[in-house]
């Protein structure tokens, strides 16, 4: 299967092409024939595909095929952040491993350029998943579950000597000035009808964001998701799953909770429950016989790691609808804000800044 050729473009996602790449999962199989039930590019190229099978040969009714995006610009971010490759990698030797609900992986690869990268997934819709949303009711049960399910992974991961060698391709979180640029655009767009902590917001990471980003990552290192909001996750009868890996790091694993918690759960619900998850995260971690930090230092850098939620929510609504519904990334950035404000995450940097 190594030389099995990376498509860049979806006509070459064909049923010769998808008969080689599903052989390992399924032996047996013969495509005859695909039908495009949904496409879509954005951050990258996305595939719903129907598929027509030689009678007496096994093989899944519909994939979910993942691959480089049409357009330039968007395949200059990819190329910028390598989100691609990490993710094709992700799937190809970690998903196997990882001890929470993450799509089934048929077959993924990717080249030498940035851009060359094929991932042939589960299709969550057909297995009968369900999708999540900011909007969706049932938020603390929910709420826990996910923190439930993160402990598991961070302490899968907690200190992990594989990230000195075979996971050295795992990189530490995304620096770069184009967070700042962002917030300086959604402070232009939006600053004059937010809360003035907006504002503070914006000019704390705009004059300080290389300081803030290695703040973030101060503390034991584990796999983190990176990109933990609602829309990256569904559920699957009752337990919760995670997909969109393409932002994995290795940073402190409160970097995923705070993501959660700031941008996805309604501000009413965290203000209630926040407390109780975090004593959560930490039993869960504990139980895997992690020598946790206190609760004293989660809840610290917990304050100070919802303003990289805040951010990327910031930076979602400054692109308009290029990356999310308008009315998601303002709703998103919204709860940031004030999740930002219920802790004082100004006041946390300025007192170590």
């Given at each position: 299967?190594?030389?099995?050729?990376?498509?860049?473009?979806?006509?070459?996602?064909?049923?010769?092409?998808?008969?080689?790449?599903?052989?390992?999962?399924?032996?047996d199989?013969?495509?005859?024939?695909?039908?495009?039930?949904?496409?879509?590019?954005?951050?990258?190229?996305?595939?719903?595909?129907?598929?027509?099978?030689?009678?007496?040969?096994?093989g899944?009714?519909?994939?979910?095929?993942?691959?480089?995006?049409?357009?330039?610009?968007q395949?200059?971010?990819?190329?910028?952040?390598?989100?691609?490759?990490?993710?094709?990698?992700?799937?190809?030797?970690?998903?196997?491993?990882?001890?929470?609900?993450?799509?089934?992986?048929?077959?993924?690869?990717?080249?030498?350029?940035?851009?060359?990268?094929?991932?042939?997934?589960?299709?969550?819709?057909?297995s009968?998943?369900?999708?999540?949303s900011?909007?969706?009711?049932?938020?603390a049960e929910?709420?826990?579950?996910?923190v439930?399910?993160?402990a598991?992974?961070?302490?899968h991961?907690?200190?992990?000597?594989?990230?000195?060698?075979?996971?050295?391709?795992?990189?530490?979180?995304?620096?770069?000035?184009?967070?700042?640029q962002f917030?300086?655009?959604?402070?232009?767009?939006?600053?004059?009808?937010?809360?003035?902590?907006?504002?503070?917001?914006?000019?704390?990471?705009?004059?300080?964001?290389?300081?803030?980003?290695?703040?973030?990552?101060?503390?034991?290192?584990?796999?983190?998701?990176?990109?933990?909001?609602?829309?990256?996750?569904?559920?699957?009868?009752?337990?919760?799953?995670?997909?969109?890996?393409?932002?994995?790091?290795?940073?402190?694993g409160?970097?995923?909770?705070?993501?959660?918690?700031?941008?996805?759960?309604?501000?009413?619900?965290?203000?209630?429950?926040q407390?109780?998850?975090?004593?959560t995260?930490?039993?869960?971690?504990?139980?895997?016989?992690?020598?946790?930090?206190?609760?004293?230092?989660?809840?610290?850098?917990?304050?100070?790691?919802?303003?990289y939620?805040?951010?990327?929510?910031?930076?979602?609504?400054?692109?308009?609808?290029?990356?999310?519904?308008?009315?998601?990334?303002?709703?998103?950035?919204?709860?940031?804000?004030?999740?930002?404000?219920?802790?004082?995450?100004?006041?946390?940097?300025?007192?170590?800044?």
């Amino acid at each position: 299967m190594a030389d099995l050729e990376i498509p860049d473009h979806p006509d070459g996602v064909t049923a010769a092409w998808l008969t080689a790449a599903l052989a390992p999962s399924f032996p047996d199989i013969a495509v005859t024939g695909v039908t495009v039930l949904d496409q879509h590019s954005g951050t990258t190229g996305r595939l719903r595909l129907g598929l027509e099978h030689t009678p007496g040969h096994a093989g899944p009714a519909t994939v979910f095929v993942k691959l480089a995006p049409d357009g330039e610009a968007q395949q200059k971010l990819v190329a910028a952040t390598d989100m691609g490759r990490k993710e094709a990698r992700f799937y190809a030797e970690l998903a196997a491993e990882v001890p929470v609900r993450v799509p089934a992986c048929y077959f993924s690869a990717h080249g030498q350029e940035r851009t060359e990268y094929v991932m042939v997934l589960e299709d969550l819709e057909a297995s009968g998943c369900r999708f999540t949303s900011r909007e969706d009711s049932g938020a603390a049960e929910h709420g826990g579950k996910v923190v439930e399910a993160l402990a598991r992974l961070h302490a899968h991961f907690w200190e992990d000597p594989r990230f000195d060698d075979e996971l050295a391709w795992i990189p530490t979180a995304m620096r770069g000035k184009r967070g700042a640029q962002f917030v300086q655009s959604a402070l232009e767009q939006f600053g004059d009808g937010m809360p003035p902590v907006f504002t503070d917001l914006c000019r704390l990471y705009i004059d300080h964001d290389d300081e803030i980003v290695e703040l973030w990552d101060e503390g034991e290192s584990t796999l983190v998701h990176g990109d933990t909001h609602a829309g990256n996750q569904f559920v699957d009868g009752g337990e919760v799953g995670f997909y969109d890996w393409a932002v994995i790091s290795r940073s402190p694993g409160i970097r995923d909770i705070a993501m959660y918690l700031g941008n996805s759960v309604p501000t009413e619900v965290r203000q209630a429950e926040q407390e109780g998850w975090l004593r959560t995260y930490r039993d869960g971690l504990v139980a895997a016989g992690v020598d946790a930090p206190s609760a004293e230092v989660l809840w610290d850098r917990y304050r100070r790691l919802v303003l990289y939620g805040w951010v990327g929510a910031a930076a979602t609504a400054a692109t308009g609808s290029r990356w999310q519904p308008i009315e998601v990334g303002m709703l998103g950035m919204t709860r940031a804000t004030q999740t930002c404000a219920d802790l004082g995450t100004v006041e946390a940097f300025r007192a170590v800044l």
